[in-house]
């Protein structure tokens, strides 16, 4: 399996941005592909954003299509989440996550998950 370390979150205001980023250890990191998903108290988590293996093929939450980017760098083994124009309600902690096959979201394809950054925008 691989080890997923998320940074980057914080508190910022309402229309404001944030870049989280996903290290990963492992010299396979090419070969899985990579998510983020968010859990919001009181909620169950939900799908933002996966790509694929080569960052070839990305797929969003409605939610955050238009405001988020998902990208990656295989030679350093990162993931990133860019968010813009934050709103309120994307107050969560946001969590990366491996599998080994491409996923359009399933939360049940990723079997690797990092330990989450909360991310918390006020108005």
């Known amino acids: 399996q691989v080890q997923l370390v998320e940074s980057g979150g914080g508190l910022v205001q309402a229309g404001g941005s944030l870049k989280l980023s996903c290290a990963a250890s492992g010299r396979t990191f090419s070969s899985y592909t990579m998510g983020w998903f968010r859990q919001a108290p009181g909620k169950e988590r939900e799908f933002v954003a996966t790509?694929?293996?080569?960052?070839?093929?990305?797929n969003y939450a409605d939610s955050g299509k238009g405001r988020f980017t998902i990208s990656r760098d295989n030679a350093n083994n990162m993931v990133y989440l860019q968010m813009n124009s934050l709103k309120p309600e994307d107050t969560a902690v946001y969590y990366c996550a491996a599998g080994s096959y491409w996923s359009a979201g399933a939360s049940s394809d990723f079997g690797s998950w990092g330990q989450g950054t909360q991310v918390t925008v006020f108005s």
């Open positions: 790509i694929s293996r080569s960052g070839g093929r990305t």
